[in-house]
Nanobody, 127 residues
Framework: QVQLVESGGGSVQAGGSLKLSCTAS????????MGWFRKAPGKEREGVAA???????SYEDSVKGRFTISRSNDLKNLYLEMNSLKPEDTAMYYC?????????????????????WGQGTQVTVSS
């Protein structure tokens, strides 16, 4: 059984940084499409970043240059480094995994392509 657990959220001032972690059990994160999504009040859940098994990454336009998705050396954790945070980044952030043998579809960051989800971790950015 695959389980994903997020941690590292919190409340920060605009311009600050946070690093989110997703601990995976039942899978190696390099064998699956892995992604970070977020849900803000009044908005639909959107794909923030995705990482394919070959290490190729994609990002939502508003976070390019500020966020970085990566995996740990032991392949048990997925990270999202967030820098230069803005109030509009405030949301519940979710880690998710998709099927094995990842293709280019992974980088599309579509919610329907991800089957397993963590419980979420809250990120709040104040002005």
């Amino acid at each position: 059984q695959v389980q994903l657990v997020e941690s590292g959220g919190g409340s920060v001032q605009a311009g600050g940084s946070l690093k989110l972690s997703c601990t995976a059990s039942g899978l190696r994160v390099d064998m699956y499409c892995m992604g970070w999504f977020r849900k803000a009040p009044g908005k639909e859940r959107e794909g923030v970043a995705a990482l394919g098994s070959d290490g190729t990454a994609s990002y939502e336009d508003s976070v390019k240059g500020r966020f970085t998705i990566s995996r740990s050396n032991d392949l048990k954790n997925l990270y999202l480094e967030m820098n230069s945070l803005k109030p509009e980044d405030t949301a519940m952030y979710y880690c998710a995994s998709g099927p094995r043998f990842v293709g280019s579809w992974c980088l599309g960051r579509r919610e329907s392509d991800f089957a397993t989800w963590g419980q979420g971790t809250q990120v709040t950015v104040s002005s």
